[in-house]
């Protein structure tokens, strides 16, 4: 459904990539990882696809069709089916919002009236398991995994078909890490979503991505089915990741 | 609201009260000459009257309405510019370099020389001011918002919001006004004092509005008088208009400055705590604190010392901890514990971010202050000068070599025990080089005889011994990447040889393979000199695969304190059945199979270390 | 890079000060000579023989462009013409006043920076504590005063109410001192309480800058960790708070610096003290132009060099900019 072809970017006018001729496609219903450490360009991908940087060569289509990174009026219905969910929950939630706010303001954009968009939001609260209390209060009053469900809660609003999680996890304890990462399982499963899923960590992704791509400054360097590459990495920086996350002391 | 700021309020209300009440109460316009001159205060002429006859009561009243409205339209005119131009600088970056450019031309120039220009050119009216100065005083603010907003915009609310077509009318208005608004406040305060400050000034060199009664030209007439001087008239002639000025200033000051937050207060000591002391010599130790793992549990009290007795030499603890518990303002952050660590092992302190694993680190450590932690900590001395020295003393264990006799002595920071923390990068201080820092940790050595060619020789040696070229000495910190950084923290924490190293988080801040790489060569560096481990971390998966013994914290309170393989196999507590459960069942089979290697190793390590112990007690 | 787009900012600075300089007397209604017969308060009297001066000095029966020209060309070789009340060449006029101005400037400066920088730091490492708290709030009271109030204040307590200082003057007039020993006193005696009041008004916020700059230092995980090491308090104090520190408070006192020259005029009214501050004074109050526009001038100059100091300065002192500028050339 969205496909990324020989997508480059320079840093300024010198011949530094941020990244470099990076194409891959995400199919329909799947959860596609995107694995590599700080730096390697990945979440720079996710900015290019909802249009908040622009590459300096390449395009990307959805659905077939190419996404006018500048023309507005088209971007406003693709924007619609790609969000994208932020690896910050302190930085992504306005803390002088109270929750209904946040989660209300894609569908006030939307010039939805009031009556309809509160019974939005609390439909939103019960998909991303929250208790009800939590819509009169502010982001601080929040823990962390209650602030990405927050997050998640504002990107599903609109009802889109892809949804970008770039490193949501990253900054959460491995238990709440594990709750967050069932919560997308069921929305896959129950609303037949897509996935782009961006991770530093490679022990996150087993029995939940679909398809892994690794990427090492700025370049894609492996890509497959996720079991085939952890299992047979064919390039040797995969392998030492693969090590220093699952199999080490050697 | 503070005192401060309530006195503040109070000050700026009785003044705008005389300004707003007080010309009804006068009586008499403030130029007429209708008294006798320099008149005593009385019931008529309430301050008496000045060399001109005039009346300084109504003066100072009619004074604080032309105060009050200098000092309103400049503070609104330049509160608004900054506010508007410090928005769109920052927000719009087609707009930025104009706006900040004009601004930066504003910012060079005294902006008192450029309102005597001004005034010196025109006659001094009241609203020449107001406009001069409000144009003048913008660009400090402007540029304090702009550089809020600058990092504001990139927060992902804001390109959330871009993302759901918010305009940018919408998010400056909705987003980023209520950061601002703070800012605004103290600007509009501040403007207000600035102006009340210049008119005065002004008025006093005579280049105020000279159809306006002011507080400044008050003390003008009167200061260039010389009866004023002669006579008791200052007392109110120059006194009331300057009371009213200092009152002012200082009730605006205050005023804004309950809006300062006054920061925490760090939970800090800069000594070293009385509460952590030097273990006493092995046979003392074994009588006053119980030799075992803290007592979670009384089933597996036996399994744990068994264990102890196994691995390492019975008392031989590195870390004794009794009854430690901290409270900071009401709050409990940790709950009172006991647990002593052996020798020579690898201990992890798992818990997750806010369990209080790093206060527990840091009042190990001795970091905190004495009247936030009760209980106590022994701490097993260290350094190279302890065994080589003194090991006739005690035949088999160079505990308390330096000082068996004396009692409980404070730890000396970096030769008994060293502390490193989470990111290597912002270890070091910029402004020093590596060398430098190297030198000043080995200054608190005993031997104050080492040189500081000696110093440098042993740096180069504790560089070399972690794989980084000894030219590193004369580099800057920022010259370094950040896994050449963790080694050289590293280095930096061996090079007095303490007995026991604390880690808090010290991969945290990196990349994944240089993560490992680091942590691998701790733990290799931390056995190869007999050292004891405190190892904190929120990644269990990483801790089982170093440690010895584990330690679970949740919410300030001890869990579970085993060794891994036990920990592994039989946890006390759900908490830590989930925590396993976060594992893949491969991994956890990897995992103690490796254990089986990898106590192996350990073990042999220890025997090796007794005998080199030994050998050292023979040679003496 | 970032020096350059400094310069190019002075330079707009220098640019922006000699137009207003030359455009503010020429628009006033009815030009400068009109201007001053016809006001209202008519605060000065003007004889014929200044009006010949003043459009001399003006050049006023030549074109708009052949003003400017002379202008700028007076600019260059310091040629300010002759001053109206001094009946003197600017420049003399300026140099016989300037020394006094920086003999006080100066010795408040040096103060007012130990003073401010010492205790910033100790009140800083005390943070949060009641006795910082005192400190704190009484440095904010005082930065705000005016400074020819504080002025005002120690003239009536030390010289009228005690009579311990002169009233003002930088020396006593018609005092022929037995050598060069009395006259230092004699001059010092005199320049006590301008110093003072001088090193009270800059020393408050140098005070402010340098506690917060200090508190943010200390905050730093840096500092912590020298801690961990056993540095000692003295050591941790000198070497890793003040020296990180200082680096922008710097700046911003050569910055103020400039500032005080021009903002000496409040307080060398109060003490009647001979400097160009005063003379400042005296200048705009008898509309003497050419001696206005010496005195913007040199103001003007003295304030873009000193931020260029400051520049310059900065590297020096932050290897982290030092090597920067290596790598990028």
Known sequence: ?250 | MNRSKKAGSVIVACFVGLALAGPLLAGVEPFAFDGERLLTPSSVNWLGTNALGQDVFSQLSYGARTTLLIGLGVAVLSTTLSGVLGLMAGYFKRLDPLINGLANVLLVLPSLLLVLIVAAFTSGGVWQLIVTLGLLTWPGYMRLIRASVLSLREREFVKASQLFHGKPSYILRKHLMPFIVPLLRTKFILSFRQAVTMEASLSFLGLGDPNQPTWGKMLEQAFHQTETWMTTAWQWTIVPPMLALLLVTIGLALLSEGEHQQGNRLLRSYSPSSRVKLLLASSEIAASVPCAHSSVKAAEQTQRTEHCTATHAGSDNAVVVHDLSVVHNGRTILQPMSFSIAAGSVTAIIGESGSGKTTLARAVYGLLPDDVMSGAVYIRSGGTNGSSETSGTSDTSNICATNGSSAERGINRWVDAAFIVQDPRLSFNPLLTIGQQFMEAMQGTDASSITVSEKRLAAKQALREVQLSDRLLDSYPHELSGGMLGRALLALALINKPSLLIADEPTGALDPIVKWEILNLLVTKVREHGMTLLLITHDHQAALRVADDMMIIKDGQLLEHAPAEQWLHHPATSYSRELQALMPSIRRRHISEEFKKVGFQHREGCRNLKKEQRNVGRTT | MRRSKHTVTYLYVLFFVLLLNFVLPRLLPGGPIDFLEGGEDGPVFISDAQKVAMRDYYHLDESAWMQLADYVKGIFTFDFGQSFTYKMPVYEVIMNRLPWTLLIVGVATVLSIVIGIVAGLLSAWRHAGDHDRGWFLSMISVSTIPDFLTGMLFVLGFSVKWDWFPLGGAATPFYTPNGWWDLLIDVSWHAVLPVVTLTVANTASIYLLMRNEAIRVLREPFIEFALAKGVGSGTILYRHVLRNAILPIITMVVVRLGGLLAGSVLVETVFSYPGIGNLLQEAILARDYPLLHGLFVLMTVFVLLLNMAADRIYPLLDPRIQTGKQGGA
């Not at chain 1, 304890?173 to 929305?187: A, C, V, W, Y």
């Not at chain 1, 960590?201 to 492996?222: C, P, Q, S, Y």
């Open chain 1, 1 to 250: 459904m969205l496909e990324l072809k020989h997508i480059s970017k320079r840093f300024g006018q010198s011949k530094q990539f941020a990244v470099q001729d990076v194409s891959f496609s995400i199919p329909e219903h799947e959860v596609f990882a995107l694995v590599g450490e700080s730096g390697s360009g990945k979440s720079t991908l996710a900015e290019f696809i909802v249009g908040l940087q622009q590459p300096t060569e390449g395009s990307i289509f959805w659905r077939g069709a190419p996404i006018q990174l500048q023309a507005h009026l088209q971007r406003h219905e693709q924007s619609r089916q790609v969000q994208i969910v932020f690896q910050n929950p302190d930085r992504s939630l306005n803390p002088y919002w109270k929750i209904k706010d946040i989660i209300a303001e894609p569908l006030i954009l939307n010039k939805w009236t009031k009556l309809a968009s509160q019974r939005k939001v609390e439909e939103l609260l019960e998909r991303v398991r929250l208790p009800h209390e939590l819509l009169e209060r502010l982001p601080t009053e929040c823990s962390g995994g209650q602030k990405q469900r927050i997050a998640i809660a504002r990107a599903l609003a609109l009802e889109p078909e892809l949804l970008i999680a770039d490193e949501i996890t990253s900054a959460l304890d491995p238990i709440t890490e594990r709750d967050i990462l069932s919560l997308l399982s069921e929305l896959k499963r129950d609303h037949n979503m897509s996935f782009l899923f961006i991770t530093h960590r490679l022990e996150t992704i087993r029995g939940f991505a679909d398809a892994i791509a690794v990427m090492k400054n700025g370049m894609l360097l492996e890509m497959g089915a996720t079991e085939d590459v952890l299992q047979h990495p064919a390039n040797a920086y995969t392998k030492s990741l693969i090590e220093a996350c699952y199999d080490d002391y050697a």
